[in-house]
């Protein structure tokens, strides 16, 4: 693999993650015991810290990067180990 491909997909690992990591960790502006800015929604974070969401980002993507690129060079799992298709197909024939 290319290393301009394996980039790419680094990147599309690390923004996928972005919406599995977003989540954790934020605390609402009642559970920070803060008042509310008139007009807030009670869902809204009480505060975005970007480098914190940025670092745990990076930290699931290079494990789940790592993940892939050990199944790439190994095998673990191929297509034909998920293809149910054809398996389907050939069991009537």
Not at 15 to 43: C, H, I, K, M, Y
């Amino acid at each position: 693999m290319r290393w301009t491909s394996a980039l790419a997909i680094y990147f599309l690992f690390w923004a996928f993650s972005v919406f599995f990591v977003l989540p954790f960790g934020v605390r609402t502006s009642d559970e920070a015991g803060v008042a509310r800015v008139p007009g807030q929604a009670e869902s809204a974070p009480h505060t975005f810290q970007a480098g914190k969401v940025a670092l745990r980002v990076t930290i699931v993507a290079t494990i789940l990067f790592g993940l892939f690129m050990l199944n790439y060079h190994f095998g673990w799992v191929t297509p034909n180990t998920v293809d149910l298709f054809d398996r389907l197909g050939n069991e009537g024939a």
